[in-house]
């Protein structure tokens, strides 16, 4: 069983993010908390201080790539970070009437949810090397097991994420190093709210924070929930592609 003491979550400022910071809380805990929205995370350092936790903020957009991996590199050149949790993430969808995914939009969320993942992982991970321990959590998506035609962006984006994660665990087991892939469905959040089409077994933050908290704690390969979309969603991976499609669009996931 692991039991962080050191813990950077990029995206804390949001609705799992700000979830995972208050469940790992705790005296003897140091938290690294990141996000854009300075008002969000001062609550929460408040929140995670009145739970005993060592707090420090940092406040700026993963998609300054430089200033993410220095930023990375610096915070683990200080103390040897145990686990990083790469969550920060956006959303965009095809828009009604399933007017298209305006190319802006589409470059900012490879930014987001690729680019910058690659960068946090590049910058920590030089450290974790050398000591030979550490953890790193990439938050993707139950999404990622088949593109559904609201989101093709995301979708894509979250299945990057997931076949990195896991050729990572592959690749640095042998180092002591772990990586898991977290694969939520729905979640109560601003990004949930605005992400088109049904959702069902829809989770509170929390409920989703001891999950990921308890899957990181036995170091699983993937950690993903709730248990009838995740079987759901893996049958449309591995059913014919078109059998799913037809099921998706008769579902409602096309604008
Ligand atoms: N909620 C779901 O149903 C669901 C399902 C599957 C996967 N996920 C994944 O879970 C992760 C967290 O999402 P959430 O549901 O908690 O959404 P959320 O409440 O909207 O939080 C998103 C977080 O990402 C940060 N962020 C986004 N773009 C950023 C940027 N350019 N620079 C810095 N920070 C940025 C936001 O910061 P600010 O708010 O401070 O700008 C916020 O802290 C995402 O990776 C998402 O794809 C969510």
């Not at 990375?72 to 993430?89: C, F, M």
């Not at 509170?204 to 990921?212: D, K, Q």
């Not at 979309?229 to 049958?235: A, E, P, Q, V, Y």
């Amino acid at each position: 069983m692991r039991s962080p003491a050191c813990i950077l979550i990029t995206g804390a400022s949001g609705a799992i993010g700000g979830a995972l910071a208050r469940e790992f809380a705790a005296p003897g805990v140091t938290l690294t908390l990141h996000g854009r929205n300075r008002s969000a995370l001062d609550s929460l350092a408040a929140e995670c201080s009145r739970r005993g936790a060592a707090v420090r903020l940092f406040a700026f957009d993963v998609r300054d790539i430089d200033e993410l991996r220095r930023w990375g590199a610096q915070i683990g050149s200080e103390a040897p970070l145990d686990l990083v949790i790469a969550n920060a993430g956006m959303n965009i969808s095809t828009g009604p009437r399933g007017a298209g995914e305006p190319w802006e939009a589409v470059e900012a969320l490879l930014d987001t949810n690729l680019r910058a993942v690659f960068a946090l992982v590049d910058a920590v991970l030089p450290a974790m090397r050398a000591r030979r321990s550490g953890q790193i959590a990439l938050v993707s998506s139950l999404a990622a097991y088949f593109g559904l035609p609201v989101a093709p962006s995301y979708c894509a984006s979250k299945a990057a994420v997931k076949a990195y994660a896991e050729a990572l665990r592959g690749w640095l087991a042998a180092e002591g190093i772990a990586v898991n892939v977290i694969m939520p469905g729905y979640v109560e959040s601003a990004m949930c709210r605005n992400m088109p089409g049904p959702k069902p077994f829809l989770w509170p933050p929390e409920r989703a924070a001891r999950v990921i908290r308890r899957g990181l704690e036995k170091n699983r390969a993937r950690i993903s929930f709730p248990f009838p979309l995740n079987l759901g969603t893996w049958l449309l991976a591995v059913l014919p592609a078109e059998v799913s499609t037809r099921i998706l669009i008769a579902l409602g996931y096309r604008d």
